[in-house]
């Protein structure tokens, strides 16, 4: 026993970077070896996604989230407009602004933007929550999601395809690339990359406080995993972190 504890105590002074002492610190290594239990690699669920993932849901987009969403309008060749979320989606560079979006499958908001070259990215805010969840509704090419979900489609500036009024922000993009992904194999994945070019930008007035786009008070909407979790932000969730000296000096 006592040598038990020895190489306890041992394994523990590795480990934790301490030393431990045999007799009335038993109870003490005893503490340290199951905290070093729960924290050890053991303790870690892990998997590799082509065997599984063996959980209840897949964590996968839980994890890499919450994640902004892609509310893009799009005309169709024959004229008709469509509207739908993309939570697989972010901004990429800063100049010029390109944006981009991944359609899982060939969906029409890809055949739309590969015929006509234009798109309309526009803001999820919270009071337009359950109006951007009923145009993923899977309804056929010729009917519009404006419609299904009662929202008025206004002109933008730049490009022929038209905004979603009812949001306070939306980018006008032409786009610049659309790329078919493939995996480790170099196999093609029924995945399209969708990128574009931002040419111009619509922003409420009222979201602009001193010249500062008001992030905090505008109300996003960002997708969270599983069958139904989205989050709200709010200020009570700004903090502040500046970058590091170096930056500066730049
Ligand atoms: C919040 C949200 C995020 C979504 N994200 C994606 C996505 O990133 N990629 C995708 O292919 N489908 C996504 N979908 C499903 C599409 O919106 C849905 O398939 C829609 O019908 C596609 O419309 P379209 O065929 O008019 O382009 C999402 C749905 C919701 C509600």
Redesign the pocket.
Known sequence: MARLFKDLSTALGTAGGDSCQLGPDVVVCMTRAVRWALYSPAMMHFYEPHLGHGLKHDPFNSIVGPRP??W?S?RSAQGVL????????SAFNYVPPLIG?????R??????IEATGEFVWNL?TRPLTEA??K?????P?EVS?FDVAGLTPTASRIVSVPRVAESPVSFECRCTQILQMQDLGGQKVD?WMVFGQVVGVHIDEGLLKDGVYDTANAQHVL?GGGPAD?FSIGPEQLFKLYRPESWKRD
């Open positions: 969403i892609g893009v799009s469509n509207l739908a979320p993309y939570s697989f989606f979006f991944a359609s899982i499958g969906k029409d908001s890809l055949n739309n999820v951007m969840n145009t993923c509704d899977a309804v090419p999601e995945t997708r989205y």
